[in-house]
Structures are given as structure tokens and as C-alpha cells.
């Protein structure tokens, strides 16, 4: 499903000598995600994941793999990558940029717990403050002047009532400063799908190629959209609650944060609405995606809008 | 045992919000190790060992902790050390350097078999390759100086026919120069009880507090007096061959090291015997230690020095 890529066991044996992981035992691809393709690689060492990007170049993979390496040296659960001999985490294999990293234990889940949701909010608080010594930058590349130029796309295709609602939601938003919140490394896509969960606790936030430098709430903010929300698209109280609370364990909001909060679940909410909506009306754009229904985030934005508390 | 400094669940609790591993939940003395101090560390978010360093400063400790550092990146089997949100993997604890790892499995093993000498001598080679790319360096402290000098002391002590034996071997030593010998970052002290195994594989390499730059071959050997060494005090071929086949599996020696090698063998001897007479002869000179018998490294050189076969 996921492997774009072929990887044959010669391949892989000859650019495992790059690696002190040992001799090649087994390769076999993985049925899951995206964008990328991934390999399950057993050495006589231990067993590792193979990822080879798909989309990104090899100047464009080292700042994901050294904010991971940060992050994992830190002890926030992710994937740990391995550098080679000549110290990179990444180089071409089947003309592809391509890392290995530490196997994680656990799965994803589909509908989240309490709990689960409580240690998702700490373990992103954990990865705020590790993050703050991290020395590399990135502008996030889905932030606000992405939505304005996108949006300005899309209307034409959109419903006449949602394009009326996303257009008002953007200028809300452009009419707002937020210069004031924390800011630091995000994740920026922390989705149910992108955290591998060990029964109640965190095997790992994996798939950082969203993370960047942004405002910190942002970041709660796409968690909470994403694993307070139940299937039938509204936000459970009770999961909500759970996951400031884990976030605020470590990391306290501040008065401007606490103030900013209810739009910028709005503003997580144009984001993915957004970048679905791409995907929707423009199927073709050459990104290997799989389109997601967009109405989800739209009628989120407007549940966000109509809410009275929010959990804080 | 080797708890020589207590730590407070309470002095814990405040010392680990330096770092993003979660809240305590169990903190535990462990009965082994003879310098340090070391605690299981439970937390939240998983399992830890602590060390509190009883002799070395907090301006020596950020060497070992690098290394070990630079070589778990590179997938060599070792406890990794967490960086606190300085960024910094040591800080004071009870009035000690203290830092965390990750804690490995496996356990020491009191006789080693082929399998197990073939891991490890593989797993030598990989660390040796992985430490081309470290930056940091580190001086011998037990190099020919330091035996120089310090059998310089021990010979009025020993029986005649050791001192004529230990004084004579220096000789022969210092009578040859390695230059040519490929040098790079060696652990120093590769013996059973420094080496994790989980069946025969390598769990992981520990004690690294005498890794330093010196000569790759010097490493091997040092590690094949012990590993290869049977209870009678002699070295068993299959055992010695099986280290030199892992170690050369990864990294085949150059036809210096292999005419170099015998005298590596009987280098490797000098630098424990003589250590070992040192804390046998001053055992008061206030280093937390334990007295092992020296004369088996004694025995060990004499071996050599009629040895005609090498394994090689």
C-alpha cells in the first residue's frame, strides 16, 4: 500500500554498511502511511525502520531527523534515528533520500481515552520544553498566509454558506495578533494517527514532517481537534478536559494563552479544513494523498464559533 | 552495595523536573558497580538508571556522557543519556554528578561462549567505527606513562622474579613505537562485567568512565585477555579466534596491527597488571575499589610472551 519504493535485499545489505547496525536478516514493507514509503528492517542488531521520502529532497530531511534525534535524546517518545559512519541520518538508497530509525512498540488508536488523551497532553508538554533547545528553525509552510492564498482558491468551488464561513473565519483570524503566545517547535500535526500508544501510555509521536517553529497552543489546539473529537464530530467534554489537563501538568497556560485559546482552536481548525479541502477539489495535484473528508473541520470550525466553555 | 550516596524520593522528585521523563514512580538502589552509585529510576513515562559519580567532577563526567551519546545514535549497543532541558545530560544530585540513561536489558555473564565472543568482538568494531566521528578527545590516564611510573613503585614490593618479569616487559614495550597503528576512541576496559548480553547478543556496552583515544587494537586486545580467558587463567583458541573473526568481520586488520598484535596482547596484560598490583599493594590509597588477584594478569603476560600461535 505504502511502498512507492522497491528496496530489493541487495540494495538494502550494500547501504547497511554505511550503518553499525550489523548484517541485513530480514526487510519487509510496511502497509501504513502516507506520503512515504517504510520498511520493517531486522539486523543481526535489532530491528529498525526504513523510511525513504517520497516528497521531501535530502537537503530538506535533516532538520525532521535532527529535531527527532533532539527530541529522543531528550526522552520525549519518538523514533530515534540512527546515524551512519560519516555521521548523516540520511543518504540515497534506490535514488531516494532515506533513514533508519529506532522500532517503536505500540499502535495507533481509533478512539482515544481519557487517559490516553491526559499522557498525550503531557508528553506534547514535555516535547514543548525539550524543544526550546533545539538551535534549527523552520517556518511552518501551512500557516496563515498558506490558508489566505489557498482559501483564495477554493471558494470558487466551495458551497456558497462554507465558503462564506471560511472566508469570515480567515479574517477573524488576520484580525487577531498573536505575537505575545509562546512559540517554539511544534509538532503540528499530532492526529491520533500519528502517535503510537502503549495501551494508556506513549510509544512515540512519530511522522514530524509538519514540525516547525509556531505558537505552542497551536499545537494543543490540532491535538485537541483531533483526539477529543468523536466519531460523530463533536468534541467530548471529558477527553477535552483530559488532555489540557495532562499538557497543563507541565506546562501551565499563560493569562495570554488561556485568553487565546477559543481562537486558536478555530485556527487549528482552517488549517486542516483547509488543506482537505485542497485535496478534495484538487485530487490531482500530484501529492500522493489519500482524500479525507474536509466537512469534518468546517463543522468543527463553526461548533468552535457557537461554544460557550472551553475547558479550561 | 554500591549505593554510596542516598537519594530521597523527595530530592528525586525535584531533581527529575529537569527533564521531560514524567513524574516519579519508584526509585530503587542497585547492588552492583563498584565506583558509582547507581539507582533504577521509574517514572511515568518508563524505566532509567541513575548515577551519582563518586570520583569524577562535573567538569570530567560530559566526555563519557557524549560518547555514549554519539555512539547509541549510532545504533552501537549502549545505554543512551538523557539531556535535561539545559541541554545538558549532568547536573548535581545530592551533591554528586548525576545523569540518567536508558536502561538496557540483559545481564553479565561470568563465562562467555563463542557466540557471544563473535558479538562482541563485532560489536568492538562497530564502536570503533562509530568513534571516527566523534569530536571530543581524551588522553590515555592509563597509558605507558602511567605503568612507568607507577611499576616504578610497585617493584620493591613485588616478589623478585614478578618485578624482573614486569620491569623487563616495560622495557620491551617502550622499546616499540605504535604510531602506525590505527588510533581512534576505545573503551578501555571491554571486560565481561562491563558488557550486557541478552543470550548472545550484545544488550549493551557500559562503563565507558576509561574510554579515551588510543590505539583501536590495544581495545581488542584488552578485551580478548578477558573474554577469551578461561577460569584456569588461560586462553582458550576457540573463545580468542571467535572475537578476532567478529571483530575483523566488520573492521579485517591491517598487516600492521597483525604484526603488532602479540605485543598488543601483552600491553593489554601490563596495563591491568599493573593496576591490579596497585590496589593490591595500597589498597588504602582512598579509591573506592575492590581487590582482584593481579597475579592472573601476571600469568597472562607470561603466557603471551611464550605464546607462537595468535589466532590471527
Redesign the interface.
Given at each position: 500500500m505504502s511502498v512507492y519504493t522497491s528496496v530489493s535485499q541487495d540494495e538494502m545489505r550494500a547501504w547497511l554498511q554505511r550503518?553499525?547496525?550489523?548484517e541485513l536478516v530480514e526487510l519487509k514493507g510496511i502497509a501504513a502511511g502516507v506520503t512515504n514509503t517504510n520498511y520493517f528492517v531486522t539486523t543481526?542488531?535489532?530491528r529498525?525502520v526504513l523510511t525513504l521520502f517520497e516528497v521531501l529532497t535530502l537537503e530538506e530531511v535533516p532538520y525532521f531527523l535532527k529535531l527527532k534525534?533532539h527530541l529522543s535524546?531528550?526522552?520525549?517518545?519518538c523514533p530515534?534515528?540512527?546515524?551512519?559512519?560519516?555521521?548523516s541520518f540520511a543518504s540515497l538508497l534506490a535514488g531516494k533520500p532515506a533513514c533508519?530509525v529506532s522500532c517503536l512498540s505500540g499502535q495507533d488508536v481509533s478512539q482515544a481515552n481519557a487517559a490516553q488523551c491526559f499522557a498525550v497532553g503531557?508528553?506534547l508538554a514535555?516535547?514543548h520544553?525539550?524543544g526550546?533547545?533545539f538551535p534549527l528553525r523552520m517556518a511552518n509552510p501551512r500557516g496563515p498566509a498558506w490558508w489566505h492564498r489557498t482559501a483564495a482558491e477554493l471558494y470558487r468551488h466551495m458551497p456558497a454558506d462554507e465558503a462564506a464561513l471560511l472566508r469570515d473565519e480567515i479574517a477573524v483570524q488576520a484580525s487577531h495578533r498573536f505575537d505575545d503566545l509562546p512559540h517554539g517547535v511544534v509538532h503540528a500535526d499530532l492526529f491520533k494517527d500519528n502517535v503510537l500508544m502503549d495501551g494508556d501510555?506513549?510509544a512515540g509521536f512519530i511522522d514530524f514532517y509538519y514540525a516547525c517553529n509556531d505558537i505552542l497552543l497551536y499545537d494543543v489546539a490540532i491535538a485537541l481537534n483531533d483526539w477529543a473529537r468523536l466519531d460523530d464530530g463533536s468534541i467530548d467534554d471529558a477527553l477535552a478536559t483530559a488532555l489540557l489537563a495532562g499538557y497543563q501538568a507541565v506546562r501551565p497556560l499563560t493569562a495570554a494563552e488561556i485568553e487565546a485559546w477559543p481562537l486558536m482552536l478555530r485556527a487549528a481548525a482552517i488549517r486542516f479544513w483547509t488543506s482537505r479541502l485542497l485535496d478534495f477539489y484538487r485530487p490531482a495535484s500530484g501529492e500522493l494523498t489519500f482524500t479525507k473528508d474536509p466537512g469534518v473541520f468546517g463543522r468543527l470550525l463553526q461548533a468552535h464559533r457557537q461554544r460557550q466553555q472551553f475547558w479550561l
Open positions: 550503518y553499525a547496525l550489523g543481526t542488531h535489532g529498525y534525534s535524546r531528550h526522552g520525549v517518545a530515534a534515528p540512527i546515524a551512519d559512519h560519516t555521521d533508519l503531557e508528553m514535555q516535547m520544553l525539550a526550546n533547545t501510555k506513549i
